[in-house]
């Protein structure tokens, strides 16, 4: 595979159809069997900011897209209260097939499915920010002891990228009380856009700064 840095965003594109199209005839666990239809994750392929959350609910089953019931619709206003959509971002999921009745996923389950589709997702997006959504996503960024309640909002630096906690959006309907800290943390993501594409500005050779690989490939 070409070098995700480098990749135009058809190769992407086409990158992440191929999961996607794995992700659809998926059976490495035995959620394949209860699922009406695999969620592989939507959005920019090559979006700055990802979002990853747990797994498919009841209305993401039915339709194959990810966060489109009630907690995608809120998830769609802390898009908006910092000028983004939805088309900004991409935007997906631990496991990609929905637990009988939204129980947790087991940790079997993550074991499968987050090396066979999450991982390499992650390597062809390249984002600079990857936003967590609940505990089982932050789960795979920070250490098993890590709490939800006591991280949320903090960045975590790794990587050459920034790791963000967020709760879940489902988590802040069911507890209105953390609405405030929700729509604060998201507003902080702004502020750390800024501060991932500076860096990336730093880091990036501009073309006019990259002769020599030019002139090597004329011999
Ligand atoms: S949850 Fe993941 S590993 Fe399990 S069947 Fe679905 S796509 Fe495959």
Known sequence: MTDPKVMSLDERRAALDVISKEVRACAKCELHSGRTLAVPGA???DAELMFIGEGPGYHEDQQGLPFVGASGKYLGELLALIGL????VFITNVIKCRP???RDPLPGEIDTCVPAYL???IEIINPKIIAT??????????PPDTRITKVHGQPK???????FPLFHPAAVLRNLNLRPAMEEDFKRIKTLLTEAQQQAV?????PDDDPPFKQLSLF
């Open 119 to 121: 991982n390499r997702q």
């Open 43 to 45: 959005g920019r392929p």
């Open 85 to 88: 959509t939805r088309n900004d």
């Open 100 to 102: 009988p009745a939204n």
């Open 202 to 206: 730093v880091e990036t050779p501009k």
């Open 157 to 163: 630096r790794a990587d050459g990228r920034i790791y």
């Open 133 to 142: 959504l609940g505990r089982f996503s932050m789960g795979l960024f920070f």
